[in-house]
């Protein structure tokens, strides 16, 4: 069967150093995205995770309202010894604000495990705000679109960096989607931004006999500046 995951980094933007890594998943030819569960189970099977690095994975709208999603998760970091705090699984806000409760409850939950929230896609929904004010969010994705346009756009910088000072003065991490060129790059730098992922680092990647072995192992890398990785990965 052919891999369809694909992990990108992501780089603290004040030493270019790896944050984590961020479990992507490839639709075409597929229906469904798979659960959250399962992509936790896919690349801890996969590579040798060693608990040396952050591992981001997308949360499907029908994890969010499952009522044995935080079963079928937790029985996953047990299974494969993952600590929960190098875990942090990312809701969209692309979810349904009728599922905000079910959203709430689920995700509580997996706090007390000491997993972090996400909160992905910042700034592409109405209800950006009402989601980072009811869920229990430690980090905040900002789209990508508010980032490529911050170059040429001094409304899009404005929001970039007032959206980046309500998030630290709430206590979250703030990154910074879709990073593609030393232009954007900068400005989410002046913006005080903590963490950049997008391809002017690397592209997502995994290993070129796909149907064989899904990924390269993953702990070599966790300790090594984000140079060193672009020279080795498989695209």
Known sequence: ???????????????????????????????????????????????????NFQLFINMTEKDIVDKNFCRSFLNVLEKKCIDGSNIVLEVSENTHPDNLDSAKQVLSSLRNYNIKIALDDFGTEYSSMLFLKELPVDIVKIDKKFVQ???????????????????????????????????????????????????????????????????????????????????????
């Not at 998943?25 to 608990?51: H, I, Q, W």
């Not at 991490?173 to 005080?192: F, M, R, S, W, Y």
Request: aromatic letters at 12%; a negative charge.
């Open 1 to 51: 069967m052919v891999n369809r995951i694909r992990l990108q980094p992501l780089v603290y933007l004040s030493d270019n150093t790896v944050y984590g890594y961020e479990a992507l998943y490839r639709k075409e030819g597929a229906s469904t995205y798979p659960s959250a569960s399962c992509m936790l189970d896919s690349v801890s099977s996969s590579c040798d995770y060693r608990n």
């Open 149 to 235: 346009e911050a170059p040429w756009s001094k409304k899009s910088q404005a929001l970039l960096n007032f959206c980046t000072q309500v998030f630290h003065d709430i206590g979250c991490e703030v990154v910074a989607e879709g990073i593609e060129t030393q232009d954007q790059l900068d400005c989410v730098k002046n913006a005080n931004v903590d963490v950049g992922q997008g391809f002017l680092f690397t592209a997502p990647f995994g290993n070129r006999q796909e149907p064989i072995t899904p990924f390269i192992e993953l702990c070599e890398f966790a300790s090594l500046p984000i140079e060193s990785i672009s020279k080795v990965c498989y695209f």
